[in-house]
């Protein structure tokens, strides 16, 4: 998937434009942080590349097909299920034998250092370790476009680390990562930034 973003400036009801003149080109394979300090627009910016919203000016051109997965502030899983299902379920999804989904599961769990806890529930997870889960999850169903709000905000400073230890795990050829974060180490796993606070009104 290629995405093109040009002139974009977005406002809603009550507020004034949160940013404006923001153009980039986002490719396969790319990993890119938005930063920028609370209320400037990050989530926002989010939901515009995901298609759901629109500007207020500009446009955004998607070149290709693809799934689009989030990765949400707070972590969702199903609490009953183990840890080894929520990432395998995906990956059966996309037409994987139960054999190659069991292997690539194991393989993504030891990556996102998951392993120790592939049979446990998600429910008995740390805060860590379930967002760990999530991202793994997000990254089994091979999305063209990967949007991730603020993976480390909930997390203390040692936890945060070990979810900024894992994010390169989720840089693929075929995908775009979008992080947004104001946690700089989060941003520094990405090759690139775009910092809302320079396009700010
Ligand atoms: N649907 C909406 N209607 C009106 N205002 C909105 C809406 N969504 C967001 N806003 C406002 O737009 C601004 C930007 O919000 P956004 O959630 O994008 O910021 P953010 O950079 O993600 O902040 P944080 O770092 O706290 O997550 C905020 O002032 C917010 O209140
Ligand atoms: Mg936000």
């Not at 977005?10 to 920028?36: D, K, P, W, Y």
């Not at 480390?152 to 230890?165: C, F, G, I, K, W």
Request: proline share 4%; charged share 20%.
């Amino acid at each position: 998937m290629r995405l093109v973003a040009s002139g974009l400036a977005h406002r809603f009801q009550g507020t004034g434009n949160l940013f404006e003149n923001l153009s980039f080109t986002l490719e396969s394979g790319e990993m890119v942080a938005i930063t920028g300090p609370s209320g400037c627009g990050k989530s926002t910016l989010l939901s515009l590349l995901a298609g759901w919203e629109s500007p207020t000016e500009g446009e955004i051109t998607r070149e290709g097909e693809g799934k689009i997965s989030w990765v949400f502030q707070n972590p969702l899983g199903s609490p009953k299920r183990s840890v080894i299902d929520h990432v395998s379920l995906p990956i059966l999804a996309g037409g994987a034998s139960r054999r190659e989904a069991e292997k690539l599961s194991y393989q993504l769990l030891e990556r996102f250092d998951l392993s120790q806890q592939a049979t446990q529930p998600y429910a008995t997870l740390s805060g860590g370790q379930a967002t760990r889960l999530m991202l793994a999850r997000a990254f089994a169903a091979q999305p063209a476009l990967l949007l991730v709000d603020e993976p480390t905000a909930q997390l203390d400073t040692h936890t945060a680390a070990s979810v900024n230890a894992v994010l390169g795990e989720l840089a693929s050829t075929n995908t775009i990562v979008v992080i947004a974060t104001h946690d700089p180490d989060t941003a520094s796993s990405a090759q690139r930034v775009i910092n809302l606070k320079e396009f700010a009104k």
